[in-house]
């Protein structure tokens, strides 16, 4: 089949999802751009989000899909220990009173209309036609036990930093009113997250949160069937869904932890689409004529987070050393490629709003490193302990890192880890060092700000730096009040400067998603966002 290569930013798709998000209801949806032929050696290969069938194409009577993820979750419950897995299956299972369309914008899902009652109160009109998977009526009941449920939960209380739960209330069986503790900018983005998803308070009461937390009971297109420790998990599509029905009947989620593995299954079609596709498979995949490459930029930021509450990252000119003594160009080329990823400057995407292009650049320069721990008292250097999920990928991440500080006589001790406790030690800040990728979540600058260094997001799970500063917390809490766009962005911008100088964090790259696919799967778009809807998924016939 004709062959596609996206390995470039989509300019068009990435502004108007920025814009979208800044300024809602002002932006339309944009088409995916047509796919291209690949481009020549010494090109810039065209950009290729989504692949849609041809008039020529036939679709399959295939009902099940094998897809490859790189990590088990803990947990499925909204609220848990989340990550990008756990992520995925609630926003297939659950729904959300908004959901983001391909430009970010809030769209109606489970709220049908909403309106701001003044610079605190919203409300919102719900569906009357939806049910749970064990057969409840969805309500605005459910609204209210969902939210104030996650105030229990472990990174759930992040959530709701901005709603004030005393004045959230079910109106009647299908409005709910929310209050926010100031004028919120973002409540409308926050309320499409996947941490926001609609539960049902008699099937966790009758589960359990534990056995919940395996088996989820949702309103979303599909339902969790079988979930196989460290194998897999199956979603079964959803019968009684208020939505349109998915094509399949089955997505199985198969647990890959190794990048290599995940390819060599792809190629042979043990799997079907490839969610993590290594930089160094690209190629192949998309010269087999069984497979081809999705790609596009996402809103997420790669970098080495530094525990700035414990001794000695709890010293800026420490963690200045420490940036001194990564090449982080070279960390970029090496495990992320230059053609599937994007430079970071600093923590903001580089086409969001407000994004702050003069910041200093912290150079890679050993000696500098050394002159700056010598300053602090550490001539002869420190021992520091490195956590990171294990598999290939980030094991040649910790090995790069560990041979460049050790030049400057920091001895990085490796400590690699699987996701579940991984995820809670970074949420409880049991670390010194380690390495992240946090998305902008809602797709705006200040929000991806507040939640990555407000001092209130400190055990959550988009806070990596455990940042406490004044002077940030104060600019950060102006950020999200300021309901102006300009206004805001130019708040962004100072904060970024601000942020900076402190050195939470090594800003290694933005990467994008690359997906490795069978030549018979469509129906999946490469969204700028954090999230894979799979409800648009199906085979066609190939001759």
């Known amino acids: 089949m004709k062959k596609y290569l996206a390995m470039i930013l989509v300019f068009a798709m990435t502004f108007a999802m920025v814009t979208g998000c800044s300024n809602p209801g002002e932006t339309t949806p944009t088409d995916a751009p047509t796919p291209t032929d690949p481009a020549a050696p010494?090109?810039?290969p065209a950009a290729n989000t989504e692949l849609t069938p041809t008039g020529e194409e036939t679709v399959s009577d295939k009902d099940t899909i094998n897809i490859a993820v790189d990590r088990e979750p803990a947990t499925l419950n909204p609220g848990g220990v989340m990550s990008n897995v756990s992520e995925i299956v609630m926003m297939n299972t659950m729904d959300t009173l908004l959901k983001f369309d391909k430009t970010a914008t809030p769209q109606p899902n489970l709220a049908t209309e909403w309106e701001a009652l003044d610079d605190t109160t919203w409300q919102f009109k719900l569906r009357e036609d939806v049910y749970f998977t064990n057969g409840e009526h969805f309500t605005a009941k459910d609204v209210v036990y969902s939210f104030n449920r996650l105030a229990t939960t472990t990174t759930g209380p992040s959530a709701l930093t901005h709603i004030d739960l005393t004045g959230l209330e079910a109106v009647d069986d299908y409005t709910v009113k929310i209050k926010t503790t100031e004028p919120y900018a973002f409540l409308e983005a926050q309320l499409c997250q996947a941490v926001m998803s609609i539960v049902n308070e008699k099937a966790i009461t009758d589960m359990g949160?534990?056995?919940h937390g395996r088996a989820p009971v949702g309103t979303g297109a599909f339902k969790v069937g079988n979930w196989v420790a460290g194998e897999s998990i199956t979603l079964e599509r959803n019968d009684t869904y208020w939505g349109e029905a998915a094509p399949l009947k089955n997505i199985v989620l198969k647990i890959m932890t190794e990048g290599t593995s995940r390819t060599m299954n792809l190629e042979t079609g043990d799997i079907d689409l490839n969610c993590r596709l290594q930089v160094t498979d690209i190629d192949r995949v998309d010269e087999s004529e069984d497979t081809y490459v999705l790609a596009g930029p996402q809103n997420t930021l790669r970098y080495i987070c530094l525990n700035t509450s414990v001794e000695p990252l709890n010293n800026v000119n420490v963690r200045k050393a420490l940036y001194h003594a990564t090449d982080t160009e070279l960390i970029r080329e090496t495990i992320y490629g230059v053609k599937s990823s994007e430079k970071a400057t600093g923590p903001v995407p580089p086409t969001f709003p407000g994004k702050n292009n003069d910041l200093p650049e912290y150079t890679y320069d050993p000696e500098k490193a050394k002159?700056?721990?010598?300053?602090?008292?550490f001539e002869n250097g420190f021992e520091v302990?490195?956590?990171?999920?294990?598999?290939?990928?980030?094991?040649?991440?910790?090995?790069?890192?560990?041979?460049?500080?050790?030049?400057?006589g920091v001895t990085l001790v490796l400590q690699p880890t699987e996701s579940g406790t991984l995820s809670t030690m970074l949420n409880a800040g049991d670390y010194q060092v380690g390495t992240a990728a946090t998305d902008m979540k809602m797709c705006d600058a200040g929000e991806g700000l507040y939640s990555f260094f407000h001092s209130s997001s400190r055990?959550?799970?988009?806070?990596r730096t455990w940042l406490n500063d004044p002077e940030v917390d104060a600019i950060l809490d102006k950020i999200v009040t300021t309901l102006d766009a300009e206004e805001r962005n130019a708040l962004v911008y100072e904060a970024q400067a601000l942020i900076h100088d402190l050195c939470p964090m090594i800003y290694i790259c933005?990467?994008?998603?690359?997906?490795?696919?069978?030549s018979d799967v469509r129906g999946l778009s490469v969204l700028p966002y954090d999230m894979e809807d799979y409800s648009k998924l199906y085979f066609v016939n190939e001759d």
């Open 209 to 211: 949160e534990e056995a």
């Open 385 to 408: 302990s490195f956590i990171y999920l294990a598999n290939t990928t980030n094991n040649m991440f910790a090995e790069m890192l560990q041979a460049m500080w050790a030049e400057v």
């Open 510 to 518: 933005h990467p994008w998603r690359v997906y490795g696919v069978r």
């Open 371 to 377: 002159e700056l721990l010598a300053a602090e008292g």
């Open 459 to 463: 055990g959550s799970s988009t806070d």
């Open 42 to 44: 010494g090109e810039t």
